[in-house]
């Protein structure tokens, strides 16, 4: 039963929490706020154990690792902000006990569930992004032998101010604990196959626990007819999970409060579901953010898991169009390790919202 964690805040733990940021890089205890000012810092008049380095700065092209620790436990929180140039041309990957191909691996404003390279607010409990660009995430992430964080800035300019805080449990971990990933896809769906796969080739044993997508929309008036579908546990042809429309699967409807020729609806953010973003301007094309947390029923598979939404809209002779536009989506899951090798991550003109 899902209790964010209240239910059990009395209890006493032997679990330890450690921090990795700027100012402690390796979180351990004792280690934090040592960095010695120069006459350039920010806190030269306040000496050291002052506010010296908050951030890092991470050169184009560079990839700085953030976090590289040994032993086991569970991750509890992220914090991260940097530019907003940085939401699609930086990327974050997370390795979980030495290997080698990461478990998460996604541009960092989606993993935060903002999309097109956008800032807006979002109001869950696992992601939380706050004004203005406070991205916090709340996924619990449990470890065996270690875990490394990185962030790549595929800009043509340097990141002068990434900041970060990595907050952890230095504890033993449950056998039957699995491991927290998070893969990126984007895709542009056509009229001859209006289908964006969210995510394929999951291989092993686990649970499904979330989806963003980032629309761009192409066609004009409603355009969230599609239907969303999980392959599990060697289905073919059909799924064994199969949703009824776009916005009913990030829980609206009705076109989320629009009518039939608007193109979209009201904006909502809650605990687990959400339509947190939308715009509209002159001479661009229309633009939307949604999510969907499997928090209360994840889904789950035993060997396989495939995910696709399809991209459908309306004919004037009230029958479903099939519809070309570009979906970006970020799907979240839990599984037993080993994992099947992502697929080659997509350069950053691919990446950039058109």
């Known amino acids: ?143 065996r032998k270690g875990f490394k964080i990185t962030f790549t800035n595929e800009y043509f300019e340097e990141v002068r101010g990434f900041f970060f805080q990595i907050t952890f449990d230095e504890t033993e971990v449950e056998d039957n604990a699995a491991y927290f990933h998070a893969q990126w896809n984007r895709s542009m769906t056509t009229r001859e196959y209006p289908e964006h796969v969210i995510v394929n080739n999951i291989k092993g044993k686990g649970h499904y626990v979330g989806t963003f997508l980032a629309w761009m929309q192409f066609s004009d008036c409603w355009w969230g007819e599609g239907e969303i579908k999980f392959f599990m546990d060697g289905d073919g042809e059909y799924p064994t999970i199969c949703g009824t429309g776009t916005e009913d699967y990030f829980g609206g409807a009705w076109n989320f409060g629009g009518n039939y020729k608007t193109t979209f609806g009201d ?34 598979f035993n060997e396989e898991l495939k995910v696709t939404i399809q991209a459908l809209g309306w004919w004037v002779n009230h029958k479903y169009q099939p519809l070309t536009e570009d979906i970006a989506s970020t799907a979240y899951w839990y599984q037993t390790e080993p994992h099947a090798k992502f697929p080659e991550f997509p350069e950053l003109d691919d990446r950039w919202p058109r």
């Not at 964010?4 to 390796?26: F, H, Q, V, W």
């Not at 908050?54 to 929180?77: F, M, N, W």
């Not at 916090?136 to 470890?143: G, K």
């Open 1 to 143: 039963m899902f209790d964010n964690n209240l239910g059990s805040l009395y209890r006493m733990s032997d679990a330890k929490t450690r921090s990795i940021c700027a100012e402690n890089p390796t979180g351990e205890p004792g280690k934090g706020a040592m960095q010695a000012p120069d006459e350039n810092s920010a806190g030269s008049k306040l000496g050291k154990g002052w506010k010296i380095k908050p951030c890092i700065q991470v050169k184009s092209g560079e990839t700085a690792i953030l976090a590289d620790y040994k032993g086991s436990g569970i991750i509890r929180h992220i914090w991260m902000t940097a530019d907003s140039r940085m939401l699609r041309a930086g990327v974050i990957r997370f390795y979980w006990d030495g290997e080698e191909t990461p478990s998460v691996e996604v541009p960092m404003g989606d993993f935060f569930a903002m999309g097109h390279g956008r800032r807006y607010d979002v109001n869950s409990i696992p992601v939380v992004v706050n004004p203005n660009g406070g991205l916090n995430c709340y996924w619990p992430m449990p470890f």
């Open 267 to 300: 904006h909502f953010s809650t605990p687990f579901m959400g339509f947190p973003y939308s715009e509209r301007e002159e001479g661009k094309v229309p633009k939307h953010s949604m999510y969907r947390w499997h928090v209360m029923d994840p889904i789950r």
